[in-house]
Nanobody, 117 residues
Framework: QVQLVESGGGLVQAGGSLRLSCEAS????????MAWFRQAPGKQRGFLAS????????SYADSVKGRFTISRDNAKNTVFLQMNSLKPEDTAVYYC??????????WGQGTQVTVSS
């Protein structure tokens, strides 16, 4: 089992920045592909960004490309999501997830991000 705990969410004005963190515990963190998703009220959970176990390969949704950056520190069992130029439409609950294969098997409880206009 892998336990994931997100932090860093909050209220920010449009144009501002936030850095989310996700600390993992349990099995070997280094082996897992990590990703961030988000879910806005009334919408499905959607993919934002992912990183391979090494952190060398990353992938982003078009909606956040150039504004959000995913990174990881395997020594600290932590993955980050740096969010810049935030927009009101970025308001959502942000989730961290981990997986070994094509699927993401473990999810955090989520952290709320609210962007005011």
């Amino acid at each position: 089992q892998v336990q994931l705990v997100e932090s860093g969410g909050g209220l920010v004005q449009a144009g501002g920045s936030l850095r989310l963190s996700c600390e993992a515990s349990g099995r070997t963190f280094n082996n897992y592909r990590m990703a961030w998703f988000r879910q806005a009220p009334g919408k499905q959970r959607g993919f934002l960004a992912s990183t391979t176990w090494s952190g060398r390969i990353t992938s982003y949704a078009d909606s956040v490309k150039g504004r959000f950056t995913i990174s990881r520190d395997n020594a600290k069992n932590t993955v980050f999501l740096q969010m810049n130029s935030l927009k009101p439409e970025d308001t959502a609950v942000y989730y961290c997830t981990a997986g070994l294969g094509l699927n993401f098997d473990y999810w955090g409880q989520g952290t709320q991000v609210t962007v005011s206009s």
